[in-house]
């Protein structure tokens, strides 16, 4: 049975809407258990994301990057770090910022980063770029052409009961869904 921890902040609630899109996706997998837990909430939950299968980060994009709080949550996984104790886990990644482009690309891969300081196995987004033909619209599922992670926008004016869009919200879902077909395969094999 996949166990998948989701860490994630959000200060406007669009990340937020946007992880529990991912667990619902994970969800989706047959005996998968996940774990929604707020950076704010991290140092009392290190034992669910040392017991989950796969850690899937999530973050706004501030400034080109992930914002000081998800920082502070990285540095203090260094104890886990000096010990390797996620080497071989699953790791995957979302973000959300108000532009399009926003910089996002560049706070996946400091996700990436991160998950490969800790040895662990990054798991892409693996879907297909929607909004990228003149048949496309931009409501199409990974609308923001994504590959690393789920990219979501939000623009800076709408609440999170309207923003991110549903189809960003289904590439999140999408993004939980495959993290946990991955995990499945991982722990149970092909057969």
């Known amino acids: 049975m996949p166990r998948i921890a989701i860490v994630y902040q959000s200060n406007a609630g669009h990340t937020a809407v946007l992880a529990h899109a991912v667990q ?10 996940t774990s929604l837990i707020p950076v704010s909430e991290v140092n009392g939950r290190w034992n669910e994301l040392d017991q ?14 992930v914002p000081a709080d998800f920082k502070r949550f990285m540095d203090d996984s260094s104890v886990v770090w000096a010990s390797q104790g996620w080497r071989n886990k699953l790791a995957a990644g979302f973000t959300c910022s108000a532009c399009w482009s926003g910089d ?18 990054w798991v ?17 599922l990974n609308r923001v052409g994504g590959f690393l992670g789920a ?7 709408e609440s999170s009961d309207v923003a991110p869009p549903q189809c960003d ?23």
């Open 24 to 33: 619902v996706g994970a969800q989706s997998i047959a005996n998968t258990t």
């Open 52 to 65: 989950a299968d796969a850690i899937i980060f999530g973050a706004p994009t501030f400034m080109g990057n």
């Open 104 to 121: 996002k690309l560049n706070t996946l891969m400091q996700m990436t980063i991160f998950a490969a300081q800790h040895a662990m196995i």
């Open 124 to 140: 892409p987004l693996g879907t297909m770029p929607g909004y990228h033909t003149s048949q496309g619209t931009s409501r199409d």
């Open 151 to 157: 990219m979501a926008q939000a623009n800076a004016d």
């Open 169 to 191: 919200r289904d590439t999140a879902q999408a993004l939980g869904k495959q993290v946990a077909e991955v995990a499945t395969r991982f722990i149970y094999g092909t057969r």
